[in-house]
């Protein structure tokens, strides 16, 4: 049965700012989740710890974790794809930290420069460490419908990248449909693979809409019993590794959504709305939010 709650990680100050190609100061990232956390939102993914050659934006990582102010009750989770990474990061305290595989080899090597094969090798004592610390684990699963380079995935992918992340203790896992091209019944496919190893609860949704199926395949998986989604503010972001991929699902669609069918979210549309309209009005755009901006002309 559908889920009488949801929790919503607001991927918008890493998922969503990573491409953008003018610099957003450390100050304004830091105001974004602020307002993100004063609108209810309980999971913030503020920044990854990646090489600033590869990704500028996140270069900040530091002053920006620096800078938030936290409140207790929200979880603060940071992207670390190797050691190096990891040793960054513990510095500034995260409460969560996000390994990031692919089920595709193309896009593996695309996006972290290595096979699926070594990214686990990497990944492994980076989740000794952080689970050792008290750290939690998340395992971001790119591509699992499709993927920039090789085209369809199949679900058999999906379950041999979950089965190892969890061999390597991850907690927890998104299954991302990185480029957006998923349609409902097969992102249902991919998440029955994740279940092979890994419980309902402990399996999250993360859906680009680059073709406009982010909502749809989010009530596909809400059909599934799963009730934790990834989603970005303004519908900000898109992949530097996944040309032409756009952002994650708007936060605000999918509360507008949530919120009419009758699911708990905890987040008040009103103050996400503000927090959509501060980031964008910063990058001097309308939010890519259909219910923000039909709310905000209203
Ligand atoms: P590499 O070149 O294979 O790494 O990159 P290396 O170990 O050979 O090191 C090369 C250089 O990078 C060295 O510096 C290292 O010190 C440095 P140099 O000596 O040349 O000056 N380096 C680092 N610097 C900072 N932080 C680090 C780090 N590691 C090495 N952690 C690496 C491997 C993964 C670092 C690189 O490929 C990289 O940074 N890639 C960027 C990946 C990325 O951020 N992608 C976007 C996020 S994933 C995503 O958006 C998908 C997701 O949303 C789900 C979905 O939608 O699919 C999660
Ligand atoms: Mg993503």
Redesign the pocket.
């Known amino acids: 049965s559908i889920p009488s709650k949801v929790q919503l990680i607001d991927v918008g100050p890493r ?1 969503g700012l ?1 491409n953008e190609k003018t610099p957003v100061p450390a100050e304004v990232k830091i105001g974004l989740v602020q307002r993100l956390q004063e609108a209810g939102l309980r999971e913030i993914e503020v920044t ?8 500028p934006q996140m270069a900040d990582n530091h002053e920006v974790m620096a800078g938030i102010a936290r409140q207790a009750g929200v979880r603060y989770s940071v ?1 670390t ?2 050691l ?2 990891y040793e ?1 990061a513990v510095l500034d305290q995260p409460d969560e930290i996000v390994v ?1 595989g692919s089920a595709s080899e193309a896009f593996s090597q695309k ?4 096979s699926i094969a070594e990214s686990i090798e990497r990944f492994a004592p980076v989740v000794e460490a952080a689970l050792a610390a008290g750290i939690r684990v998340r395992g ?1 699963m ?2 699992t419908v499709g993927c920039p380079y090789e085209g369809e995935i199949a679900p058999g992918r999906v379950e041999y990248l979950a089965g190892l992340l969890k061999g390597i203790g991850v907690q927890r896992v ?1 299954v ?1 449909d ?1 480029i957006g091209v998923g349609t409902p019944r097969k992102v249902q496919r991919a998440i029955e693979a994740t279940l092979r190893h890994f419980a309902i609860d402990d399996v999250s949704g ?1 859906f ?1 809409d680059t073709y406009g199926q982010a909502l749809s395949n989010t009530l596909a998986a809400l059909e599934l019993g799963v009730w934790n989604y990834q989603s970005s503010v303004a519908g900000l972001g898109g ?3 996944a040309k032409g991929a756009t952002g994650n699902v708007a936060t605000e669609d999918l509360v507008y959504m949530l919120h009419g069918m009758g699911i708990e979210t905890g987040i008040d549309l009103d103050r996400l709305i503000d927090a959509g309209a501060y980031i964008s009005g910063f990058l001097e755009r309308k939010p890519n939010s259909r219910a923000a901006v039909a709310l905000l002309n209203k």
């Open positions: 998922d990573q990854s710890y990646v090489s600033p050659k590869w990704v992207l794809p190797n190096k990474g960054a990031f996006n972290i420069n290595c971001a790119s591509c998104d991302a990185t993360h680009h992949c530097p590794y």
